[in-house]
């Protein structure tokens, strides 16, 4: 699986790369054909203080999934989609079960 992570308005730092990759890493274990996952992390010019959004897209064999978060931190939002992401791959395979 390839994760790309793609920072805008912001350099990102090596600890939340590994954070996000280890993360990613996880999510194999729901769906084991994720071909690719695309990771953008973004910084809102606002004042309210949750203005760091993770926005996850993954490529699954006849399917993209978008999830889109907005937290405190990028850790959390990162979570969070991840989490969300979890059960739109357990869908995902429970689906393709029973058509088979």
Do not use: W
């Amino acid at each position: 699986m390839k994760v790309s992570i793609n920072a805008v308005n912001f350099a990102v730092d090596r600890k939340l790369v590994d954070f996000v990759q280890e993360r990613m890493d996880k999510l194999e274990k729901y769906y084991d054909r994720v071909v690719s996952v695309d990771v953008f992390l973004k910084v809102e010019k606002t004042s309210d203080k949750e203005n760091k959004i993770a926005e996850i897209k993954i490529n699954v064999p006849g399917d993209d999934f978008l999830v889109k978060k907005q937290c405190k931190t990028f850790e959390e939002a990162v979570e969070l989609s991840a989490e969300s992401i979890e059960r739109l791959l357990v869908k995902r395979k429970e689906k393709i079960r029973t058509h088979i």
